[in-house]
């Protein structure tokens, strides 16, 4: 429902009917809601780098903001199609985590933080961050020749403080990614490939329960960027 409607952690709610999709015949409620914007988005990184030429033979795959809800199903769904994952994280203790969601290599967000160079030794053939700022400009400047670079958050910032380089000698494609107002046949194409892409054994690691009465106290952890992977809030409790 995005930030321009209440009613997201209420027990009923009266929408646009327009907004909704069915839900996939081999997925829980609660595993759509464990999915929820985060896996969604994640997915329609992959399908966006994919649908611009990405194979997993093509090269490594960064994922920034790794430890994130879109960062935690971005690694899970590259590496459950083949793809080889490096995974950028502040929280190195976390690494365990996320190897087991798929990650090969994993590389503290310091080294992709601050002001860099214009263009930096070619590492990955793609990207998907969450991050912004900084961050996406250094992803980019290390972005292998004719590589995609899928963009869909901004948690360092708005900012993109980079050159044109990237784009003009490399080939390198930005990809920006809105999550919000997609059609409704890309939606149901998304929650389709989750359903049978996604391993929804994985859905535990990533996933915490919560009930209505902790909200506050969770979002708190989650602005302070304690909250690891995905929270799902029981409204009946």
């Known amino acids: 429902m995005g930030e321009k409607y209440w009613g997201g952690l209420s027990q009923k709610a009266r929408l646009n009917g327009d ?7 081999s997925m ?3 595993q759509a809601m464990a999915i929820g914007t985060a896996g969604y988005t994640a997915m329609l990184c992959l399908i966006a780098l994919e649908r611009h030429g990405l194979t997993p033979e093509r090269g490594e795959v960064l994922v920034t903001g790794a430890n994130g809800g879109v960062g935690s199903f971005a690694i899970a769904l590259l590496a459950n199609q083949g793809y080889s994952v490096t995974a950028s994280t502040g929280r190195l203790e976390e690494t365990e985590y996320l190897k087991s969601l798929g990650a090969t290599t994993i590389i503290d967000r310091a080294e992709l933080s601050s002001p860099g160079r214009a263009l930096g030794k070619e590492k ?9 700022s900084h961050t996406l400009a250094n992803v980019c400047a290390s972005t292998c020749e004719d590589g995609l670079v899928a963009t869909c958050g901004l948690a360092q910032g708005m900012d993109f403080p980079a050159t044109v380089a990237p784009f003009i000698l490399r080939g390198v494609s930005l990809l920006g990614i809105n999550s919000v107002t997609r059609p409704y046949d890309e ?12 391993d929804m054994t994985q859905l535990d690691a990533i996933t915490r329960e919560v009930g209505l009465s902790e909200v506050i106290p969770t ?4 602005l302070d960027g304690k909250v690891r ?6 409204v009946n409790r």
């Open 19 to 25: 907004w909704l999709i069915p839900l996939p015949e």
């Open 229 to 234: 992977g995905r929270i799902v809030v029981d």
């Open 219 to 222: 979002a708190s952890e989650l």
């Open 187 to 198: 939606r149901v194409e998304a929650w389709q490939r989750l359903s049978t892409t996604l």
């Open 28 to 30: 829980t409620e609660r």
């Open 124 to 132: 990955w053939a793609a990207a998907i961050d969450s991050v912004g």
